[in-house]
């Protein structure tokens, strides 16, 4: 069974930093394209970040481009989150989902809830 | 930056069909999938590949994809489809997510 299990979300000051987590298990971890997905509260699904099998491809959506670094560590089966000089509007859920072929995103996680408030 | 546009909102009567759709430009020429959200709880993968539906997905839910819409469509419209759905494709490396689509069943 398929299983993504995020950790590391929490309360933290506008220009504060936390590094997210998301354990995989279930399925060879190390043949898939990874994402990050977040949602602020009461709004819409926004596309955050993705890193190619091997970590030599990384994707960013704009608003977060030089500031967070998605990484991956295949031994472990772990996908990273670093998200530094937050602000308010990265406050949300933040879900990995596991990447097929580029097409879909089949599997979620659970979620961690970063909120950005002082 | 490529953009997919769906209306905020569509209701729908209990057995009907209801249909969402999904706007961008030359969107048919791109694989286009859905996701059904519920409050507090994870998107779950409805349609992929424009029409596939995965393991355990009811086959009252169908989708398409032409020209410059994706259309999702529930036949048969239970209580339990009442959610929030999203569009979803993919653009030069990166992922795309239309607006989303509160579903009302009443």
Do not use: H
Not at chain 1, 16 to 31: D, E, K, M, T, V
């Amino acid at each position: 069974e398929v299983q993504l299990v995020e950790s590391g979300g929490g309360l933290v000051q506008p220009g504060g930093s936390l590094r997210l987590s998301c354990a995989a298990s279930g399925f060879p971890f190390s043949s898939n394209w990874m994402n990050w997905v977040r949602q602020a509260p009461g709004k819409g699904l926004e596309w955050v970040a993705n890193i190619k099998q091997d970590g030599s491809e990384k994707y960013y959506v704009d608003s977060v481009k030089g500031r967070f670094t998605i990484s991956r560590d295949n031994a472990k089966n772990s996908l990273f989150l670093q998200m530094n000089s937050l602000r308010a509007e990265d406050t949300g859920v933040y879900y990995c989902a596991r990447d097929v072929r580029n097409y879909y995103l089949d599997y979620w996680g659970q979620g961690t809830l970063v909120t950005v408030s002082s | 930056s490529y953009e997919l546009t769906q209306p905020p909102s569509v209701s729908v009567s209990p057995g009907q069909t209801a249909s969402i759709t999904c706007s961008g430009d030359k969107l048919g020429d791109k694989y286009a999938c859905w996701y059904q959200q519920k409050p507090g709880q994870s998107p779950v993968l409805v349609i992929y590949q424009d029409t596939r539906r995965p393991s355990g997905i009811p086959e009252r839910f169908s989708g398409s994809n032409s020209g410059n819409t994706a259309t999702l469509t529930i036949s048969g419209t239970q209580a339990m489809d009442e959610a929030d759905y999203y569009c979803q494709a993919w653009d030069s490396s990166t992922v795309v997510f239309g607006g989303g689509t509160k579903l009302t069943v009443l």
